[in-house]
Structures are given as C-alpha cells and as structure tokens.
C-alpha cells in the first residue's frame, strides 16, 4: 500500500492530499528515509512524523486491505515514540 495512502487509511492524517503534502514537505521517513508519497509501506516498516503536535514514531503491525471504520486505525500500527512539540510561554 502505498504511504500516503496508509496514512488516511489508518487515520494517521485526515486526507490523502495532507498526507502527500507531508511526504512533499519531508515531513514523513520511512526506515529513517524521506519518503515519496507513492512508496509501498509493509508490516514492519517504522514511520516517523513530524506532525503540528509533535513527532511520531510508529511500527505498522498490519496493513488494511479496503476501508475501516475511523476508530480502527490503531489496530493496524503501533506507537513507538511520543515527543510534543515545545509551545511557546507567555502571551
């Protein structure tokens, strides 16, 4: 399955077209490698974002094979690393 495609898939990131942004903008590695939106993801594979929150590294454990319902996306990867993005103090 293709990357961007996983990723509104599972519901990592809401559309398709965000997620190929990300991809285009080198917000997205695949196995510490910056990633195309159309490369083909596999079980195993570690995925790190950079999203608006934070950085996120998760493992796909599987990979859907047609549609799934909003809530069940993280069936299909695992967390591996949570870090928020610092906001800034004050006013």
Do not use: H, W
């Amino acid at each position: 399955m293709r990357i961007d495609l996983y990723l509104s898939t599972t519901g990592l990131v809401k559309r398709r077209t965000v997620a190929r942004e990300f991809c285009d903008a080198g917000k997205v590695k695949l196995n510490g490698k910056t990633a195309k939106p159309g490369k083909e993801v596999k079980t195993g594979d570690e995925l790190a974002l950079s999203l608006s929150s934070g950085r996120k590294v998760i493992e796909i454990t599987d990979i859907p094979t047609k549609s799934i319902r909003k809530n069940e996306g993280e069936n299909y990867y695992k967390l591996k690393e949570f870090e928020p993005k610092q906001r800034k103090q004050g006013f």
